[in-house]
């Protein structure tokens, strides 16, 4: 069972787009919801996090839009540019603890094309 | 300041042999968490660390898998008899502390290769 739906698993954006990658979740004991970035042969790399106690965040370009009530979660980016051609993935961790780990979608292949 | 470094980048085997990967944490961070990245897929969290105490094992795919750490330090991933299944990135993660709001910073990965 896929605890964490992510949409759509590729996405071509002209350069100055604003690409929008949705994710939806069911278990309702998460409660922090970060967005990562992953290159070729990198690592993820954090890039901004949520709380469910708002409903919007922004940093820098990124933007999260968190709607609790339907259990989604979206990243926007502002301005995009060809160098954030990347892998995006957004992930949910559990109250209390990180011991169950975080749970990944199954990531949106992004380019932006010059 | 350092990342996670994770060893060897790259590992190519034949099937039925033993593995191990390392990973070694930023300084200080006290949780440590070890992931599987199948060809195209999203990561499969395996197991945790607070320290070097594992509370939970039940995520590693089977009995052939094993982990340790030593103390809050280096931690190691064991594959033993290896099958052409387990051909994936291993990424290693560590935070200051294992709680659900505190950043993973990602390691690069060992790429393993089952031949």
């Known amino acids: 069972q896929q605890q964490v739906k992510q949409s759509p698993q590729s996405l071509i954006v002209q350069k100055g787009g604003i690409p929008i990658i949705n994710c939806a979740y069911e278990?309702?004991?998460?409660?922090?919801f970060p967005w990562y970035q992953q290159f070729p042969g990198k690592g993820p790399a954090l890039l901004i996090a949520?709380?469910?106690?708002?409903s919007e965040k922004k940093e820098g370009r990124f933007t999260i839009s968190f709607n609790k009530s339907a259990k989604q979660f979206s990243l926007h980016i502002m301005d995009s540019q060809p160098g954030d051609s990347a892998t995006y993935f957004c992930?949910?961790?559990?109250?209390?603890?990180?011991?169950?780990?975080?749970?990944f979608g199954k990531g949106t292949h992004l380019i932006i094309q010059p | 300041g350092a990342g996670v470094s994770q060893s060897p980048s790259n590992k190519v085997t034949e099937k039925g042999k033993d593995v191990e990967l390392r990973c070694d944490p930023i300084?200080?961070?006290?949780?440590l968490y070890w992931y599987r990245q199948r060809l195209g897929q999203g990561l499969e969290f395996l197991i945790y660390?607070?320290?070097?105490?594992?509370?939970?094992k039940s995520g590693l795919p089977s009995d052939r898998f094993s982990a340790e750490r030593t103390g809050e330090s280096v931690s190691t991933l064991t594959i033993q008899r290896t099958q052409q299944e387990d051909s994936a990135v291993y990424l290693c993660?560590?935070?200051?502390?294992?709680?659900?709001?505190?950043?993973?910073?990602f390691g690069d990965g060992t790429r393993l290769s089952i031949l």
């Open positions: 993660a560590s935070s200051l502390w294992g709680i659900s709001n505190q950043p993973q910073h």
């Open positions: 278990n309702t004991a998460f409660d922090y």
């Open positions: 949520i709380r469910p106690d708002v």
């Open positions: 992930a949910a961790s559990k109250m209390g603890g990180g011991a169950d780990g975080l749970t």
């Open positions: 300084s200080g961070h006290t949780a």
């Open positions: 660390f607070q320290g070097n105490s594992a509370p939970d």
